[in-house]
């Protein structure tokens, strides 16, 4: 965190899930449109604190971080992100539960 000692980094390869490589694209794709920038993102991970950084997956910060600066652009609300939320949930918790696979 902030130039706190890490260790080292590891640098073997890692395979990416579906779900980090979705979340990369929508960084791209909603950075690429506009809302919001490398500066936005960054100030919203930041804004997470050590305990994030500390409990949290790379993705799943940026994930949140996404989010936060969506809600704040105006594109939906967390109250309408909430709903959506309860809609996904009863699908299952499985791509296979939700597609009756």
Known sequence: MGGDAAGPVPME????????KRVDALMALCSAKGHFTVDGLRRALEDMGEDAFENHSYYERWVA??????????LYTLEELGTRMQVVAARGRTYGDASGA
Not at 13 to 20: C, I, N, R
Not at 65 to 74: F, P, S, W, Y
């Open 65 to 74: 971080a996404i989010n936060q600066n969506l809600i704040e652009a105006g």
């Open 13 to 20: 390869g890692h395979d990416f899930a579906l779900w980090e």
